[in-house]
Nanobody, 121 residues
Framework: QVQLVESGGGLVQPGGSLRLSCAAS????????MGWYRQAPGQKRELVAG???????NYADSVKGRFTISRDNTKNTVYVQMNSLKPEDTAVYYC???????????????WGQGTQVTVSS
């Protein structure tokens, strides 16, 4: 089995910064894509930022220039540095990883449990 554990959420004032981390562990053979989604109350889940194992990245238009995704493949960990936070960034943030488990011949997407980010004065 594969587990994703997130950390780093919390309450921050507008204009502030937070850094989220997500570590994958368990029966991992290799990891392809990793990244972050978010879901605000009453809204559908949306992609925030993604990264490929080759180093490619993509961002939602709403966070470009403010958020930076990075990963440490030696630790199976993905990060997102969130700067210049706005109230509209308030949401539950979920990390994901596309993982090939040991003994498997296919990749499967796994999700973290979610971490709350609240931007408010």
């Amino acid at each position: 089995q594969v587990q994703l554990v997130e950390s780093g959420g919390g309450l921050v004032q507008p204009g502030g910064s937070l850094r989220l981390s997500c570590a994958a562990s368990g029966n991992i053979f290799s990891i392809n894509d990793m990244g972050w989604y978010r879901q605000a109350p009453g809204q559908k889940r949306e992609l925030v930022a993604g990264s490929t194992s080759a180093g490619g990245t993509n961002y939602a238009d709403s966070v470009k220039g403010r958020f930076t995704i990075s990963r440490d493949n030696t630790k199976n960990t993905v990060y997102v540095q969130m700067n210049s936070l706005k109230p509209e960034d308030t949401a539950v943030y979920y990390c994901y990883a596309v993982v090939r488990a040991k003994g498997d011949t296919y990749y499967k997407q796994y999700w973290g449990q979610g971490t709350q980010v609240t931007v408010s004065s």
